[in-house]
């Protein structure tokens, strides 16, 4: 059983990687010697022979590209690394805006666009204060009496990476605006992960309840489902002629892991919970409405999604980024706002959400039965 709950849990499992790691290196270490051993009789023979300092140049800047890229990687991902300029520290930060899913997606984009123009990332308190109660995040804060003091340059981002995000010049920019997506940062998706790895107390917690839920089921499939409501039941069709999630697109995506897995559990969170229970069929036993709902509060949600197997989000940085951390297969809705709406040009659906994810379409047909609503 504890196997089992570590097998699922992608956070548990990934010290292990580390032990493994380390007992490499140690049944590594004669060889290594060796070959130390060897590059010392190489490095003594370059001195001799090639004592030009643009030779020893090239040598350097190699070593410090290699120390930054990912340990993981995918021949993309390097080479998207070794673009990583060093232009000296400079103070790049990000202007703190939104709740848990914004500020996790304003934390990633400045990781990856410093990272991209050389230059070092910090973090405003606002921001330290929704991410490091729940994530060992390891990027500086800057007193707050300092940030008033830097001469900064603002630069808003839209939301997806373009070629210009590679060349922003300036020693103190605040990147502004509500960047989210996966294209700024998912060609180094494994050191945003670990700066978004859980407190091992919420790990405990978390592996603790979802236990509880598994109760003895013996090959269980746990599916967070996170259904945004609260001021987007209202802001979707009045500001922006889109819907949010329905009944109907609950029940699809539901079906779908009901039909793949043998024992899914649905482990449902949301800031309308009373909806959900009035609108997900719980008959069969394998739905379970948790967490609190706390906006101001929502790590305990957060986490609960993000350690399931596979997410069901509806709309909304949280659930989005539930699903990237959760890892597993994630179902978006998609198509939820009318075609002329304004949503558009903030918001791209591929930029939003991984190609690999699936989408089901909204229903937008109560968006055309209502009349116009005046502007
Ligand atoms: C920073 O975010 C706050 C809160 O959303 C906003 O009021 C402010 O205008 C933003 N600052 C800049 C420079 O964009
Ligand atoms: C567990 O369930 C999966 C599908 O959810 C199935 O492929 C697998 O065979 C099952 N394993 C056992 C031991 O029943
Ligand atoms: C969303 O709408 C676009 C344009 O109307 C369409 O091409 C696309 O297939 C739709 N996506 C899905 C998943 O239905």
């Known amino acids: 059983m504890i196997h089992d709950l570590q097998q699922l849990f992608f956070v548990t499992g990934r010290p ?23 590059l010392l009789g190489i490095f003594s023979l ?22 930054v890229m990912p340990s993981k990687g995918l021949k993309r991902e390097a080479t998207e690394t070794c673009k990583t300029k060093k232009k000296g520290k400079g103070i790049w930060t990000v202007n703190s805006s939104g709740r848990l899913g914004n500020q ?33 995040i390891s ?52 050191e945003i992960l670990q700066e978004f790895t859980f407190h091992d107390f919420i790990k405990d917690e978390v592996n603790k309840y979802l236990g509880q839920v598994r109760g003895t089921r013996k090959n269980a499939t746990f599916v967070g489902v996170h ?44 800031n309308g919970i009373q909806w959900c229970k009035e609108n997900i069929d719980a008959s069969r036993g394998d739905v379970y409405f948790s967490g609190d709902g706390v906006e101001s509060s929502p790590g305990k949600d957060f986490a609960l999604l993000a350690h399931c197997n596979h997410i069901i ?14 890892g597993g297969e994630t179902i978006y809705l998609t198509n939820f706002t009318l075609p002329e709406s304004e949503f558009l040009k903030l918001f791209h659906y591929d930029a939003a959400f991984l190609p690999e994810w699936k989408g089901i379409p909204a229903d937008l047909s109560p ?9």
């Open 227 to 270: 259904v945004r409501r609260g001021d987007y039941v209202h802001v979707m069709p009045n500001t922006w002629k889109g819907v949010v999630a329905d009944k109907a697109y609950l029940e699809k995506a539901m079906d779908y892991f009901r039909n793949k897995y043998q024992e899914p559990i649905f482990v449902v969170t949301s």
């Open 16 to 38: 292990q990687i580390s032990v493994t790691r380390k007992e490499a290196a140690f049944r590594m270490s004669w060889k290594a010697y060796i070959v130390g051993f060897f």
């Open 139 to 190: 990027l500086p804060v800057i007193h707050k009496d300092v940030v008033g003091k830097i001469p900064w340059k603002y630069h808003w981002v839209h939301d997806w990476m373009s070629k210009d995000y590679e060349q922003i010049e300036g020693k103190h920019v605040m990147i502004t605006g509500y960047p989210c997506s996966w294209t700024f940062y998912h060609h180094i998706r494994e």
């Open 104 to 136: 996790m997606g304003q934390f990633a984009t400045l990781y990856a666009l410093a990272k991209l123009n050389g230059y070092e990332a910090y973090l405003q308190q606002e921001t330290f204060n929704w991410l490091a109660p729940i994530f060992k």
């Open 367 to 375: 968006l055309l039965q209502q009349p116009k609503p005046q502007s």
């Open 313 to 326: 989000m509806t709309v909304g940085t949280f659930g989005y980024w539930a699903g990237y951390l959760a």
């Open 46 to 67: 370059s001195v001799i022979f090639q004592f030009s300092s643009k030779w020893i140049g090239v040598g350097r800047k190699e070593l410090l590209d290699a120390s």
